[in-house]
């Protein structure tokens, strides 16, 4: 064949693959990156469990795993050896459950110890056949996780699918990992792929006796630093051990496990996943700004001490702090924080940086009650010394007795 011929066929090659590529794409509602700064920080857990999530709401979801070097989600849905069939021209990808199907680079590799190596145009032209030849068939969502940062894969598959709806960025409080993720926030940026939001993973343990969340390291990180940035923040998922149990086996945390608060996270992250299909709902709603925060959503600290609110606001151990809803009159997290160090002007501060806006207290000092108020929280002083969340529940009720201030110095 001359030259002039081999490249006419070419190009006509490049046309059709392309066409199919968009055929394949356009059965597809909404097609979502899950991406993260760092590794280890979560991101395959969150991408398997959003799918689930939205499988479990009935959605029609595919999960697609490009990670080359370490793809993680065959071994956190126990779909490890398994392998995909085709029909000669389509490869079908694995049903997992009702609503869900599994596409793996893992499934394609032949031994996942083997030592590819992989070089940036030989993974654009994987994932491209990936992306054309995978039959997802209909879809509502395409949920795809990537390997960490924002190399040749994230950058492959956003060239590749011109209509990307959106990226979900996943972070662990401490401010290594925030600063990588500003790096993806620039990435989505540079390539017009609008960022969803930003999920703080790893934030706070649940406790395996008593179920309430410890803060063991700061956090809040990720909020702060999606305010910064502008971008959505979705929510708080806790250091659950039974996340761990459940990816070791296999299991998907949020089916096995839908009563935990890391369960009832993981329903916050996909609610604007939801607004795209005009769903959403109702008591869980995502916080994208701090004016968003105090119309529909409050944070509300009690200061405690010997499990019952602390009549006196300065002595207290611990603070609790409850996510409301006050609208519907709903609890939507709690978590413990110890009281920190006294030093003048610290707690203002402190429970402000936490997003706290209201305070219930037995009593507090009228200096103090300025200062709260200077830091956009109001207080409310006069509580009985009851248990924080039988305080809480009267407040949403507006059955809240309020005496005279205990303390006054
Ligand atoms: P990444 O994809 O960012 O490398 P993985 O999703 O593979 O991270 O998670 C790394 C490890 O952390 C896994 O063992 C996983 O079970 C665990 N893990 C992830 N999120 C949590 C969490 N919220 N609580 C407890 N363990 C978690």
Not at 364 to 389: C, K, N, Y
Request: include cysteine; charged fraction near 25%.
């Amino acid at each position: 064949m001359s030259e002039e011929k081999n490249k006419a066929a070419e190009s006509l090659k490049a046309i059709t693959e392309s066409k199919e590529l968009a055929d394949r794409m356009g059965k597809i509602k909404h097609k979502i990156m899950v991406l993260s700064g760092k590794g280890g920080v979560g991101k395959s857990t969150v991408a398997a469990n959003i799918a689930v999530t939205l499988a479990l709401e009935g959605e029609k979801v595919g999960l697609l795993d490009t990670d080359f070097h370490g793809p993680s989600i065959p071994t956190l849905l126990n779909l490890e050896g398994r392998h995909p069939e085709s029909d000669g021209k389509t490869i079908l990808p694995i049903d997992f459950s009702e609503g869900l199907k599994v596409m793996s680079i893992g499934f394609l590799l032949q031994n996942k110890d083997d030592a590819v190596i992989w070089r940036g145009p030989m993974k654009m032209k994987v994932i491209k056949q990936l992306l054309t030849e995978v039959n997802w068939g209909d879809l509502d969502y395409l949920i795809i996780d990537f390997p960490p940062g924002t190399g040749d894969e994230p950058l492959s598959v956003a060239q590749l699918i011109p209509g990307m709806d959106g990226a979900v960025i996943v972070t662990t409080p401490q401010n290594l990992s925030l600063n990588d993720v500003k790096k993806c926030i620039n990435f989505c940026r540079q390539l017009n792929v609008p960022v969803l939001g930003v999920v703080e993973n790893m934030s706070g343990l649940v406790c395996p006796n008593c179920k309430m969340i410890i803060n063991v390291f700061k956090t809040g990180g990720g909020e702060k630093m999606a305010e910064e940035m502008g971008v959505p923040f979705l929510g708080k998922i806790p250091i659950d051990p039974q996340i761990v149990e459940a990816s070791d086996n296999g299991e998907p945390f949020v089916y096995h496990y839908g009563k935990t608060e890391a369960a009832k996270a993981f329903a916050g992250v996909v609610q604007p996943l939801l607004q795209m299909e005009g769903k959403a709902e109702s008591g869980i709603k995502t916080v994208s700004s701090k004016e968003e925060k105090k119309e529909g959503m409050h944070k509300i600290a009690i200061p405690v001490v010997e499990g019952h609110l602390s009549a006196h606001f300065g002595h207290c151990e611990e603070f609790s702090i409850f996510d409301v809803d006050l609208e519907n009159k709903k609890i939507i997290g709690q978590e413990k924080a110890p009281s920190p160090p006294h030093e003048p002007g610290l707690l203002p501060r402190w429970l402000a940086e936490k997003g706290v806006n209201v305070i219930i207290a037995g009593g507090m000092g009228t200096q103090a009650q300025q200062l709260f108020a200077e830091s956009g929280i109001t207080v409310s002083v006069g509580a009985s010394a009851d248990d924080p969340e039988k305080v809480i529940i009267s407040y949403m009720n507006n059955a809240l007795e309020l005496g005279g201030n205990t303390c006054d110095h």
